[in-house]
Nanobody
Framework: QLQLVESGGGLVQPGGSLRLSCAAS????????MTWFRQAPGKEREGVAC????????YYADSVKGRFTISRDNAKNTVYLQMDSLKPEDTAVYYC???????????????????WGQGTQVTVSS
C-alpha cells in the first residue's frame, strides 16, 4: 500500500524558514509527479509547488514563487519543500500528493492526484 508521510511543520516567526519533507513508500510505479498543497482555515485547498518524476521539471504558484523551493531525492523516495521568507498568510496545513505518470519531466499541479499524505501544520506568527 502506497503511503506518503509529511514532516517538518511547526511554528515560525515571519521572515523565518522551514523545510517540509514527504517520505513515500510502497510505490509500484517508476514515475510519479509530486505536489505540495496547502489549506488554510476557511479557504480552499491550493497547489503550492510541484516537481516531475525526474526532478527536472518544477512549477510554483505565484504566491510562493521566489520564496519556496521544491526538490526530491529519488534514492530516498523523499520530496522536500524549502520555505523561506515565510509570511503569516503561509499559515496552513501542508499536504504532499502523488500522481502516477508516464512522463518524467512534467509535473501536474492542477490535475487529479492519486495519493495523499495526512498533512503537517505550518504556523507563521510572531
Amino acid at each position: 500500500q502506497l503511503q506518503l508521510v509529511e514532516s517538518g511543520g511547526g511554528l515560525v516567526q515571519p521572515g523565518g524558514s522551514l523545510r517540509l519533507s514527504c517520505a513515500a513508500s510502497g510505490f509500484t510505479s517508476d514515475y510519479y509527479s509530486m505536489t505540495w498543497f496547502r489549506q488554510a482555515p476557511g479557504k480552499e485547498r491550493e497547489g503550492v509547488a510541484c516537481i516531475s518524476s525526474s526532478g527536472g521539471g518544477t512549477y510554483y504558484a505565484d504566491s510562493v514563487k521566489g520564496r519556496f523551493t521544491i526538490s526530491r531525492d529519488n534514492a530516498k523516495n523523499t520530496v522536500y519543500l524549502q520555505m523561506d521568507s515565510l509570511k503569516p498568510e503561509d499559515t496552513a496545513v501542508y499536504y504532499c500528493a502523488a500522481r502516477i505518470t508516464t512522463v518524467q519531466n512534467m509535473c501536474y499541479m492542477y490535475y487529479e492526484h492519486d495519493y495523499w499524505g495526512q498533512g503537517t501544520q505550518v504556523t507563521v506568527s510572531s
